[in-house]
Nanobody, 123 residues
Framework: QVQLEESGGGSVQAGGSLRLSCGASGATNSIVTMAWFRQPLANQREGVAVIYAGGSTYYSGAVQGRFTISQDRAKNTVYLQMNSLKPEDTAMYYC?????????????????WGQGTQVTVSS
């Protein structure tokens, strides 16, 4: 089992920045992929960014160039640095971990989820 806990959400004005953190505990050696998803109110959960165990990263088109995913393996923590935030970035942000891989963009490929942290961007 893997436990994930997010932190760092909050309210910010458009153009501002936030950094989200996701701490992992438990059977972390089994994780091959960690990702950030977000779910705007009444919308589906969508992939934001992923980082693989080898360090490769990918981003959705909506955040490419503005968000950066990184990891500190010694601390079992993944970060999401969010710059140039826009009102449309407002959502609940979730950290997810997968032991099996697969297409990173699909939530069904992840077995473990955090409780989420709210990000609100005002215009």
């Amino acid at each position: 089992q893997v436990q994930l806990e997010e932190s760092g959400g909050g309210s910010v004005q458009a153009g501002g920045s936030l950094r989200l953190s996701c701490g992992a505990s438990g059977a972390t050696n089994s994780i091959v992929t960690m990702a950030w998803f977000r779910q705007p109110l009444a919308n589906q959960r969508e992939g934001v960014a992923v980082i693989y165990a080898g360090g490769s990263t990918y981003y959705s088109g909506a955040v490419q160039g503005r968000f950066t995913i990184s990891q500190d393996r010694a601390k079992n923590t993944v970060y999401l640095q969010m710059n140039s935030l826009k009102p449309e970035d407002t959502a609940m942000y979730y950290c997810a971990a997968s032991r099996t891989g697969g297409s990173w963009y699909f939530p069904d490929n992840y077995s473990y989820w955090g409780q989420g942290t709210q990000v609100t961007v005002s215009s």
